[in-house]
């Protein structure tokens, strides 16, 4: 389907209302299109062209929102580039995503001195083709470029202002990173709404500051983000404006919940993943209250079934594993037919992740992914924080779980053998590790076994391996 462009829509029927705020800046609709246009102009005269692959390398910002609505503007496909990986990361995710281009800051600064004459014009937007291939780690280790498309941000954002309004002076907070799906789905919903972005990067003082002065309406955290923001709100609270705290992307801690609740937090829980363009399912806010823990049913357009071992729909309250299906479900992932195959079957998305579904179609996490490790929000998968410890020719075993963290939910914990007669510090690991993996994903905690405890086929027993150390 063509239609036009979202931004330019919004500059015809809002030209006024205000689009983005960083700092002390803001932006109108017609402000912003305006920046985006010209911007358009000058990535096309760069040699941009529509269906191209870009990788981009953007802290959060004005430049960065402006690229996000120039490539669509353009036809082209944005691959955004996680800023805390190391440059290794980044060229296989550009080398598998058959990306020719990189555009940062150096790249922009080049873009400013190019002049451009054409007058303002609007386009249009194939909702079928691809909008964004968003990484996400694969339990091999392996990145996965999730591919979604313009209609798939579409009905995430309409499913999502269902159940959670939308109202014309919303303001959303965004803090996390742009480069994850939560954060790049704000910005296309805030578009669709006619709502407005605020930016401010994560710092519990600033943030607090922001909902204040700029009276924001929604924000997105991670659990982790709220535990710090939990400190300050002891002694001062958010403001009246803030009518709800989405919080998602990893597990909350019971106790989180109920310290919120205690302090008449407007928390509301959310459970979704990059294959599903953000959301899946979202607690309404009065049902925090009566069910503190369950993630609400499934969004609007959306079902989800949970199924046995043998793939067979179980029934409520039994584990199993959570499927997916609904038009924010992703196009597949990028060149890699065996993992498309293997996680979509006849329109589902097979999730790996556990969870129940209970007689009122509430929907209750158990475990993320196996094996994942959820820390502040970012996935942490154990066999490629594993498969670079192995390369360490002193070590002869490596095993990555993750354990309970307050303040993390979950810290990175590795447990080595060393080869005969070998011997490393945590200093010397963490020197190893520094540019071959992303900071956030080097282990917290160490320790040191003369061997690790295996099954019965000879594998790496990671559920008795993890009792060993929590009981130490």
């Given at each position: 389907m063509l239609v036009q462009d979202w931004l330019s829509a919004q500059a015809n029927l809002r030209p006024d209302t205000i689009a983005l705020i960083e700092n002390e800046q803001q932006w109108t609709y017609k402000q912003l299109n305006h920046s985006v246009y010209t911007l358009s102009q000058k990535l096309i005269q760069?040699?941009?062209?529509?269906?191209?692959?870009?990788?981009?390398?953007?802290?959060?910002?004005?430049?960065?929102?402006?690229?996000?609505?120039?490539?669509?503007?353009?036809?082209?496909?944005?691959?955004?580039?996680?800023?805390?990986?190391?440059?290794?990361?980044?060229?296989?995710?550009?080398?598998?995503?058959?990306?020719?281009?990189?555009?940062?800051?150096?790249?922009?600064?080049?873009?400013?001195?190019?002049?451009?004459?054409?007058?303002?014009?609007?386009?249009?937007?194939?909702?079928?083709?691809?909008?964004?291939?968003?990484?996400?780690?694969?339990?091999?280790?392996?990145?996965?470029?999730?591919?979604?498309?313009?209609?798939?941000?579409?009905?995430?954002?309409?499913?999502?202002?269902?159940?959670?309004?939308?109202?014309?002076?919303?303001?959303?907070?965004?803090?996390?990173?742009?480069?994850?799906?939560?954060?790049?789905?704000?910005?296309?919903?805030?578009?669709?709404?006619?709502?407005?972005?605020?930016?401010?990067?994560?710092?519990?003082?600033?943030?607090?500051?922001?909902?204040?002065?700029?009276?924001?309406?929604?924000?997105?955290?991670?659990?982790?983000?709220?535990?710090?923001?939990?400190?300050?709100?002891?002694?001062?609270?958010?403001?009246?404006?803030?009518?709800?705290?989405?919080?998602?992307?990893?597990a909350t801690p019971p106790s989180l919940i109920k310290k919120a609740l205690s302090m008449n937090l407007p928390i509301s829980l959310t459970y979704g993943l990059t294959e599903a363009a953000s959301q899946v399912a979202t607690t309404p806010l009065d049902l925090v209250m009566k069910k503190p823990g369950s993630v609400g049913r499934p969004l609007d357009f959306t079902s989800v079934s949970i199924l046995d071992k043998n793939h067979q729909a179980l029934p409520s309250n039994e584990i199993g594993q959570i499927t997916v299906q609904g038009p924010t479900v992703m196009q597949g992932y990028d060149h890699q037919p065996e993992a498309t195959e293997e996680t979509m079957k006849e329109g589902w998305l097979y999730t790996n992740d556990l969870g129940y579904l209970d007689e009122d179609g509430d929907l209750w996490m158990v475990n993320r992914r196996t094996d994942l490790i959820i820390s502040g929000g970012e996935n942490v998968y154990p066999s490629e924080v594993e498969n670079i410890l192995l390369r360490h020719p002193s070590i002869n075993e490596a095993c990555v779980i993750g354990l309970a963290d307050d303040e993390w939910g979950q810290k990175v914990c590795a447990v080595l053998v060393f080869e005969f007669n070998q011997t490393l510090s945590e200093s010397d690991l963490q020197s190893f590790l520094n540019k071959k993996l992303a900071s956030y994903k080097h282990p917290r905690e160490y320790h040191f076994l003369k061997e690790l405890p295996k099954t019965a086929s000879g594998k790496i027993d990671r559920t008795q391996l993890l009792k060993q150390i929590q009981s130490l």
């Open positions: 760069s040699g941009i062209e529509p269906k191209q692959r870009v990788a981009v390398y953007l802290p959060n910002g004005f430049d960065c929102v402006c690229l996000i609505h120039a490539l669509a503007k353009i036809g082209a496909i944005l691959v955004p580039l996680n800023t805390r990986l190391t440059e290794a990361e980044h060229q296989q995710q550009m080398s598998q995503s058959q990306c020719k281009t990189l555009i940062d800051e150096e790249f922009l600064k080049q873009l400013a001195t190019q002049t451009i004459d054409q007058p303002l014009t609007e386009s249009v937007i194939d909702t079928s083709q691809t909008s964004a291939i968003v990484y996400t780690s694969g339990t091999t280790g392996i990145s996965k470029g999730g591919k979604l498309s313009h209609e798939n941000f579409l009905w995430s954002a309409i499913a999502s202002g269902i159940r959670m309004g939308n109202f014309s002076d919303d303001r959303w907070l965004v803090c996390m990173p742009l480069y994850h799906v939560g954060g790049l789905s704000i910005v296309w919903r805030c578009c669709l709404y006619g709502t407005t972005v605020v930016l401010n990067p994560f710092e519990p003082e600033s943030i607090h500051e922001t909902l204040h002065r700029h009276q924001v309406t929604l924000i997105s955290l991670v659990p982790t983000m709220l535990y710090r923001l939990i400190e300050l709100w002891k002694s001062e609270p958010p403001p009246e404006s803030l009518r709800c705290i989405l919080l998602g992307g990893a």
